[in-house]
């Protein structure tokens, strides 16, 4: 138990890296995995001199490498998210999606592009995660105390009257092709994804990575209740408060670049929890790296299954996440 | 040195929980906290915890407990709660280990040799090693207890709060657990346990501190304060005490309910 325990984390670090080099290869134009190679170390300066024809140093550095990049961390922020919220509320199918995050991120992203604060709007998607999340919990608390069924609950009121705004402000404002492109966006999609996209994905995760593995063991001190966190030694109200804030940054931000991908958070957490159990020191980095494969595979069957039309990402972690939603339901029949 | 708390006042949404709350728990003695639903005796314990705003002192072994760290605080005592459960995919082990978060370094990834040595005394001492590598989920209510009761063992405090360990336990599995207390206190453990079952208290406690009303009706030993008087006023029932000839504790035999306007509960 312990050798593969032990062996795990460098063996999802090996299948990550194995599966963005054949990710890049992967699409309507045929590269290798050693074209892949030329054109990192030609870009990063370690080789002056590419083999690689101009066309196809773009295809791997321009499109497909911002794009991998970018759903490795947007894939690892949402099964973070996940796992980290289901801890702080010991709810099971909490996840960013089921309780609003991501419908009231949209939701403040789009009010932040028509109000023509175009460069801003991965703040808005922060507030408006963060006001859904707040709002989430408020009405968990006026149905009596966040229970699962009632925060999920909470989140589909919130959900419906976040996205009805947003469809309002699409309807009301957007034309023609933009119109399909932010309904494309509403339901999750990493296409055309750009460097800046993955640095901002990268830096969200730098930002709230230590906050969140640096309380990974008084997260296992929430197993039995806030009450037995506390007198663990746990500062209960603020440790809830700095991680919810964390992981309602990750959600706005992952979702003002891949709009609402639903179920990550939640298909992801509870599989690895399968495989290596509760303890969250253990649990955290496997759900980060086994979130960035899930994500990076999920996006390449998007953008190669139906080529040369691409589906929104979403719609694919939906058709997973729904069955897995019901499966832990039905695991967890016993509680309220 | 024991526990003393001094005027201990809690206040919820602006009405008194608990009113000038004074007593003490000798060190090494097992304390009875009795009183009826609604005394206010898991308050008292969680203001002990320092998780409700108290007012008035609390004080053990020479510490100020309200003004401690959280985390020394948590090193000193530990709570075991009535019933909690779980639906992480936890070990038996993985629990007890909890016990040593107030203890661990920061970035401790995995219990030192140290924390073993302390988990494998505290599964010992409940009975529990012979499923230590068992999900604590598919354990009974009983053995779930015991495993809460190692974690708690496994904080190494000088003061254990229980609160109702025995409700949800058998005949059997709850004098293994008050015989267990009673070992710990020999070892110079203070403890105090919340029960509701009387003839529990009167047969394992040293002390008895009786709430009523959120205010103290009484303390001392069992055979001092467990008297029909008390049982009448403090629980409206009205009782007889006999002596158990085996070992000289107070047993209660109950009678009935008094009537309401009969019950004279002090204000």
């Known amino acids: 138990m312990t050798i593969t325990h032990r062996l795990s984390l460098p063996a999802l670090a090996v299948i990550l890296i194995a599966s963005a080099i054949a990710a890049v290869t992967f699409g309507p134009a045929d590269i290798t995995p050693g074209e892949v190679w030329s054109v990192i170390a030609h870009h990063l300066g370690i080789l002056p001199e590419s083999p690689v024809s101009r066309l196809r140093d773009a295809i791997v550095w321009e499109l497909r490498l911002p794009r991998v990049l970018t759903a490795l961390g947007v894939g690892a922020g949402l099964a973070l998210s996940g796992a980290v919220m289901q801890?702080?509320?010991?709810?099971?199918?909490?996840?960013?999606?089921?309780?609003?995050?991501?419908?009231?991120?949209?939701?403040?992203?789009?009010?932040?592009?028509?109000?023509?604060?175009?460069?801003?709007?991965?703040?808005?998607?922060?507030?408006?995660?963060?006001?859904?999340?707040?709002?989430?919990?408020?009405?968990?608390?006026?149905?009596?105390?966040?229970?699962?069924?009632?925060?999920?609950?909470?989140?589909?009121?919130?959900?419906?009257?976040?996205?009805?705004?947003?469809?309002?402000?699409?309807?009301?404002?957007?034309?023609?092709?933009?119109?399909?492109?932010?309904?494309?966006?509403?339901?999750?999609?990493?296409?055309?994804?750009?460097?800046?996209?993955?640095?901002?994905?990268?830096?969200?995760?730098?930002?709230?990575?230590?906050?969140?593995?640096?309380?990974?063991?008084?997260?296992?001190a929430f197993a039995f209740g806030d009450t037995a966190a506390a007198s663990l030694g746990i500062d209960v109200p603020r440790l809830r408060w700095t991680l919810l804030g964390a992981t309602a940054l990750l959600t706005g931000i992952m979702v003002a670049i891949g709009g609402a991908i639903g179920f990550v958070g939640l298909v992801v957490p509870h599989a690895v929890r399968l495989a290596v159990g509760s303890a969250h020191r253990k649990l955290l980095p496997h759900v980060m790296l086994a979130g960035a494969i899930f994500m990076l595979w999920t996006d390449t069957a998007a953008r190669t299954l139906f080529d040369p039309r691409e589906l929104p990402v979403g719609i694919i972690t939906a058709l997973i996440g729904a069955p897995v939603f019901l499966a832990v339901l039905l695991r967890y029949r016993r509680i309220t | 040195?024991?526990?003393?708390?001094?005027?201990?006042?809690?206040?919820?949404?602006?009405?008194?929980?608990?009113?000038?709350?004074?007593?003490?728990?000798?060190?090494?003695?097992?304390?009875?906290?009795?009183?009826?639903?609604?005394?206010?005796?898991?308050?008292?314990?969680?203001?002990?915890?320092?998780?409700?705003?108290?007012?008035?002192?609390?004080?053990?072994?020479?510490?100020?407990?309200?003004?401690?760290?959280?985390?020394?605080?948590?090193?000193?005592?530990?709570?075991?709660?009535?019933?909690?459960?779980?639906e992480e995919r936890l070990s038996v082990h993985d629990v007890v280990t909890l016990g040593r978060i107030p203890h661990e370094a920061a970035w401790q990834a995995e219990p030192n040799p140290e924390d073993e040595g302390i988990i494998a005394q505290a599964l010992a001492d409940t009975g529990t090693t012979g499923f230590t590598a068992r999900r604590f989920t598919t354990l009974s209510g009983g053995e779930q207890q015991r495993v809460h009761v190692a974690r708690a063992l496994a904080q190494q405090p000088r003061l254990l709060l229980l609160d109702e360990p025995t409700s949800h336990l058998d005949i059997r599995a709850q004098l293994q657990l008050l015989a267990l207390l009673r070992q710990k206190a020999g070892a110079g453990m203070t403890i105090l346990v919340a029960l509701h079952d009387l003839n529990l208290a009167a047969r394992f406690c040293d002390h008895l501190v009786v709430l009523a009303n959120g205010r103290l009706a009484a303390q001392g030993s069992p055979a001092e304060i467990l008297t029909p008087e008390l049982l009448r006023s403090v629980y409206g029932v009205s009782a007889r005490l006999v002596s158990d000839t085996a070992n000289g504790r107070p047993l209660?035999?109950?009678?009935?309910?008094?009537?309401?306007?009969?019950?004279?509960?002090?204000?």
Do not use: H
């Open chain 2, 252 to 267: 209660i035999v109950y009678d009935e309910a008094i009537a309401e306007g009969d019950a004279q509960i002090p204000d």
């Open chain 1, 87 to 220: 801890a702080l509320t010991r709810n099971p199918l909490a996840d960013p999606f089921l309780l609003g995050l991501s419908s009231g991120a949209a939701l403040g992203a789009v009010s932040f592009l028509l109000l023509g604060l175009t460069l801003l709007m991965p703040l808005g998607a922060f507030f408006g995660s963060l006001g859904a999340l707040a709002l989430a919990l408020l009405i968990a608390q006026l149905l009596g105390g966040a229970t699962p069924s009632r925060a999920i609950l909470a989140g589909i009121c919130i959900a419906a009257l976040a996205s009805a705004a947003t469809s309002f402000l699409i309807f009301w404002s957007a034309t023609g092709d933009s119109y399909r492109e932010i309904l494309s966006w509403l339901m999750g999609s990493l296409s055309g994804s750009i460097w800046s996209d993955a640095g901002l994905v990268y830096l969200a995760l730098a930002a709230c990575l230590p906050i969140i593995l640096a309380n990974g063991r008084a997260l296992d």
């Open chain 2, 1 to 86: 040195m024991s526990l003393t708390v001094t005027a201990l006042s809690v206040e919820k949404s602006g009405t008194a929980i608990l009113s000038d709350v004074g007593f003490s728990a000798p060190a090494g003695r097992i304390t009875g906290l009795i009183g009826p639903n609604g005394a206010g005796k898991s308050t008292l314990l969680s203001a002990l915890l320092g998780l409700v705003p108290a007012q008035g002192s609390i004080a053990f072994e020479g510490n100020d407990l309200p003004r401690m760290r959280r985390r020394d605080r948590a090193r000193l005592l530990a709570l075991v709660e009535q019933s909690t459960a779980t």
